[in-house]
Nanobody, 121 residues
Framework: QVQLVESGGGLVQPGGSLRLSCAAS????????MDWYRQAPGKQRELVAR???????NYVDSVKGRFTISRDNAKNTVYLQMNSLQPEDTAVYYC???????????????WGQGTQVTVSS
């Protein structure tokens, strides 16, 4: 059984910073990518940032230059450093991992439970 547990959300003023963490645990043989998605009220879930096994990263245009995704492979943990936060960044942030639980098994997609980020004065 694979679990993804997020932490680090909260309330922050515009211009402030937060750091989200997502730790993957359980049976994990290989991780292809770890991502952060977000979903604001009334909107579709969107991919915010992705880091693949080789370390390459991708970001949605709206967060480029403000957010940084990083990963600790030894801890199976991904981070999202969010700077210069704006009210439009308010959303529930979800961690996603594409991983292989066992050697030879198919890759599957796993989700965390989500953490609320609210940017407001």
């Amino acid at each position: 059984q694979v679990q993804l547990v997020e932490s680090g959300g909260g309330l922050v003023q515009p211009g402030g910073s937060l750091r989200l963490s997502c730790a993957a645990s359980g049976s994990i043989f290989s991780i292809r990518s770890m991502d952060w998605y977000r979903q604001a009220p009334g909107k579709q879930r969107e991919l915010v940032a992705r880091i693949i096994s080789g370390g390459s990263t991708n970001y949605v245009d709206s967060v480029k230059g403000r957010f940084t995704i990083s990963r600790d492979n030894a801890k199976n943990t991904v981070y999202l450093q969010m700077n210069s936060l704006q009210p439009e960044d308010t959303a529930v942030y979800y961690c996603n991992a594409i991983l292989q639980p066992y050697s030879g098994s198919l890759f599957g997609t796993y989700w965390g439970q989500g953490t609320q980020v609210t940017v407001s004065s």
